[in-house]
């Protein structure tokens, strides 16, 4: 990984959930020149506020001052906006890198929008970046070189961990598991809340003991070398009430059969969002 101090100056075009979360790592570990494109004037206004001027922030690709030379182009608007936008950035990304995180969007694609000769990394990160406990896996197109592979791996890299492939299709179900991951999780806890205000729990009880218990969970997780299997198996005491709830929760028709299901949705939603 490229060191921090070395971040060059990038361009980011988008800066909403996923391009702020990368951002503001990049500016904790030192970025000193940046250009965000970014046409939503709140998100804009904040990132003005917190960059102290290491960041100019502007609201279309005629806006970058002339002469700003990136080392990357970084893609972080909506894959459904990717047709009207990225052909913008084809000048700018001549002989450097871009690094797109769009869902579904394929580097071939993107070789047609910018340009066959653009060196293209697809990425998918997730949302714990913004607390720089991300996962990202990465996969470099034909033509990236190593330097360039180099400064995507510490652009990822300081929002968390970055995993490469060299098979692309994987980024579809890379999408649907740990792209979407963080939803699911978050999910589990209204849930938690939804069934404990049920049983009579008080709502700010219920409030506080789903969201501790998912957040202690994997707090506990990451510090263990086990499987999860094992955490799983720690809390399920023979003839106790935790084997009652998973003998419903692990019937081969409930989560096992719903997880797949949905995994499979997502990965073909990716795949659809390829052009
Ligand atoms: N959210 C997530 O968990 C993850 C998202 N991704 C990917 O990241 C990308 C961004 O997602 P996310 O951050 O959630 O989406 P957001 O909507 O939060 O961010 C996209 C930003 O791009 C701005 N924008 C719209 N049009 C343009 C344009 N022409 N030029 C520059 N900026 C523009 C939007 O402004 P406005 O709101 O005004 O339209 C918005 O602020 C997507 O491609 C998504 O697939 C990848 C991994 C995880
Ligand atoms: O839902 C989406 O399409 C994006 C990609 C992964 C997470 N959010």
Redesign the pocket.
């Known amino acids: 990984m490229t060191g921090a101090a070395s971040l060059p100056p990038i361009l980011l ?9 990368l951002l503001s790592g990049w500016l904790e570990q030192g970025l000193t020149r940046a250009v965000v ?4 004037a709140a ?1 804009a206004e904040a990132l003005a506020a917190q960059s102290a001027g290491r960041v100019r922030v502007v609201p ?2 005629d806006s970058i001052p002339a002469g700003f030379a990136p080392e990357a182009v970084v ?5 459904q ?2 047709a ?2 990225v052909p ?1 950035y084809a000048a700018l990304s001549s002989g450097v890198v871009t690094l ?6 394929t580097i071939g694609g993107l070789h047609r929008l910018l340009g066959e000769a653009r060196a293209v990394v697809r990425a ?4 714990p970046a913004a607390v720089r406990q991300g996962f990202t896996v990465a996969c470099a197109g034909e033509g990236v070189t190593a330097g360039q592979r180099a400064l995507c791996d510490a652009l990822l890299g300081a929002v968390g961990e970055v995993a490469w492939v060299e098979d692309e299709a994987l980024l579809d179900p890379v ?1 649907a598991v740990s ?2 991951g ?2 699911y999780v978050f999910l589990l806890v209204e849930l938690l809340q939804r069934a404990a205000e049920k049983l009579g729990i008080p709502p700010d009880l219920a409030r506080s003991m789903a969201r501790s218990t998912v957040a202690g969970s994997g707090a506990l997780l990451a510090v263990s070398r086990g499987e999860a299997a094992e955490l799983r198996q720690a809390v399920t005491s023979p003839k106790g009430t935790t084997e009652r709830a998973l003998a419903v929760l692990m019937a081969e028709e409930a989560w096992p059969a719903l997880v797949d299901r949905a995994m499979a949705a997502a990965t073909d939603r990716s795949r659809e ?1 390829a052009e």
């Open positions: 075009v988008g800066c909403g959930r996923m391009g702020g979360a494109v970014e046409p939503h998100a279309d690709a893609l972080a608007i909506k894959p906006e990717a009207n936008t913008h797109s995180i769009m869902a579904g969007r998918m990160p997730n949302t999408t792209g979407g963080p939803a969002l």
